[in-house]
C-alpha cells in the first residue's frame, strides 16, 4: 500500500506561426462560456472529492498488496473491505467508494482538491484520451495521469484540438480561446484548422497557424508582410519583405496592394517565347508584341491566339501589334484566355486553397501571380488536376454552393 502521489501537469505552449508573429501563451485566463467543470460535478457523499486543500487517498495494487478483488469489491489480505482508496487490479484503475463499490460514469474532483478525474461506465479511471461525459454533455481531455485537460491545446498524431477553460474539446465552428484575446476554427470532430489561409465565419481572409490560433498583427513568409488585424485577425494588407537579400531595390510592380518582380516575369516569359515552347512559332500563331510598360506578358498570352478566340477583339480593330493592350487592360480583368497552356480559372481552381484567399475575384492578379510564380514552380494551368477543382469552377468560386452539392467537400 501506499499514497497515490499527483503531479500538476502543466502544459506550456507558445506560438510562433509565421516568423514575426508574435509568441502567444496559450494558458491563459479562465471564461464564463457554458457551465464550468467545477459546477457540472454531481454532488455527492459517495465521490473522491476533496476540493480546498485536498487529502491523501491509499492506493492499494493487487500484484503488490494481494487481497482479493471480485470485479466489485476488494478485500485486504487482513479480510476488512477496502474504502475510500484507488484500486489496481492489474489493467484498471478504480475509486472504491465509501461502501466499497467502484465509482462509475462519473467526473469529479480528485482528492487532491485541484485536479478533475473521471470514470468510466465500467470504474475504470480513464488515461490519455478523449471520453465524452455525459454528465456534463461534452467530450473531454484526460491526460497520462487522468487529469482533466482545461485550456489547452493537445495534438494527436498530425491533429490539433483545443480543450476550452470547462474542459470541452470545441467543436462547432468558429470559438473565441479561454485568454479573451485569440480566435480559431474548430470543425464538428473536434480538429482545429491549421492549414494557413483561409477564411472566418465573415469571408474575411484570416491565417490559421500550426496550432489553430489565428494569426494576429504582423507575420511573414520572407516574401511578404501580412498586416493582420490585431483584434480579431481578418487580413488588412500586405507589403514586400526586404529583409537583407535587396529585394528593396528591385524592378516590381504593384497590383492591388501586391507586388510581383517585373525581372522574374520578363525572364520567364522570354525563355518561354525564346525556345517556342508551345510550338507556336512553328504553327504560325504569331506572339504578336506581348510587351506593356516594360512587362512581358508572353508566359499567358499569344496575340493571335488571343485574336482567334475572342473575336469581338478582332472585330474592334486590333492586330497582334496592339492585342496585348486590350489584354491587359480589358482581358485580364475579365478572365479571357490569350494562351491555351494559360487557362485562368483552370488555374484559380487548381490552387484554390492557396490563392483564392489572397486575390479573390481579382482576376488580373492570378496571371501575375503565374508570371512571377507559378509557372517556373510547374503549376498546372491548362487543366483541371482533381474533381474538386472543376467542381469549383462550374459553381463560379462559390465553396458554399459547392459544399451544399458536395458535402463530402466541407
Not at 498570352?301 to 480589358?330: M, P, R, S, W
Amino acid at each position: 500500500m501506499k499514497n497515490k502521489g499527483m503531479k500538476l501537469l502543466l502544459l506550456a505552449m507558445t506560438v510562433a506561426g509565421l516568423t514575426g508573429a508574435a509568441p502567444i501563451g496559450v494558458l491563459a485566463d479562465t471564461t464564463d462560456e457554458g457551465v464550468t467543470s467545477e459546477a457540472a460535478i454531481e454532488e455527492t457523499t459517495e465521490t473522491a472529492d476533496t476540493a480546498e486543500g485536498g487529502r491523501s487517498v491509499n492506493y492499494y495494487s493487487l500484484s503488490k498488496d494481494g487481497g482479493n478483488w471480485d470485479g466489485s469489491h476488494y478485500t485486504k489480505t487482513d479480510g476488512t473491505l477496502a474504502k475510500d482508496v484507488f484500486f489496481f487490479d492489474g489493467q484498471y484503475t478504480y475509486y472504491l467508494m465509501t461502501d466499497g463499490s467502484p465509482m462509475k460514469d462519473k467526473l469529479t474532483y480528485h482528492p487532491d482538491g485541484e485536479h478533475i478525474i473521471y470514470f468510466d461506465t465500467e470504474g475504470h479511471e480513464v488515461f490519455t484520451t478523449f471520453r465524452y461525459c455525459p454528465g456534463v454533455g461534452y467530450t473531454c481531455y484526460f491526460d497520462s495521469q487522468g487529469y482533466l485537460y482545461k485550456d489547452q491545446i493537445t495534438f494527436v498524431g498530425d491533429k490539433v484540438y483545443y480543450l476550452n477553460a470547462n474542459g470541452a474539446m470545441e467543436q462547432s465552428g468558429w470559438f473565441g480561446f479561454a485568454n479573451g484575446r485569440d480566435y480559431g476554427f474548430a470543425n464538428q470532430d473536434g480538429t482545429l484548422i491549421t492549414t494557413g489561409w483561409g477564411y472566418d465565419p465573415y469571408g474575411r481572409v484570416v491565417f490559421y497557424h500550426w496550432n489553430g490560433m489565428v494569426a494576429r498583427g504582423l507575420i511573414t513568409d520572407n516574401v511578404w508582410y501580412y498586416n493582420m488585424d490585431e483584434t480579431d485577425g481578418h487580413y488588412v494588407g500586405q507589403f514586400p519583405y526586404s529583409g537583407s537579400t535587396g529585394s528593396e531595390s528591385a524592378n516590381t510592380i504593384t497590383v492591388d496592394g501586391y507586388t510581383f518582380n517585373v525581372d522574374t516575369m520578363n525572364a520567364v516569359s522570354a525563355a518561354s517565347r525564346n525556345a517556342d515552347e508551345y510550338g507556336y512559332e512553328s504553327r504560325e500563331m504569331s506572339y504578336g508584341n506581348t510587351v506593356v510598360d516594360g512587362i512581358d506578358y508572353a508566359s499567358v498570352f499569344n496575340a493571335q491566339g488571343y485574336l482567334n478566340g475572342n473575336t469581338d477583339v478582332k472585330a474592334a480593330g486590333f492586330t497582334t501589334d496592339n492585342a496585348i493592350l486590350h489584354f491587359v487592360k480589358d482581358g485580364m480583368p475579365a478572365s479571357r484566355v490569350a494562351l491555351r497552356e494559360f487557362n485562368v480559372t483552370k488555374y484559380r481552381a487548381n490552387y484554390y486553397d492557396e490563392l483564392n484567399p489572397k486575390y479573390g475575384d481579382d482576376w488580373k492578379l492570378y496571371y501575375y501571380d503565374y508570371m512571377c510564380y507559378g509557372k517556373s514552380a510547374g503549376k498546372v494551368a491548362n487543366k483541371y488536376i482533381t474533381r474538386k477543382a472543376s467542381r469549383l469552377a462550374g459553381h463560379d468560386f462559390d465553396y458554399a454552393a459547392l459544399v451544399r452539392d458536395y458535402p463530402e467537400y466541407r
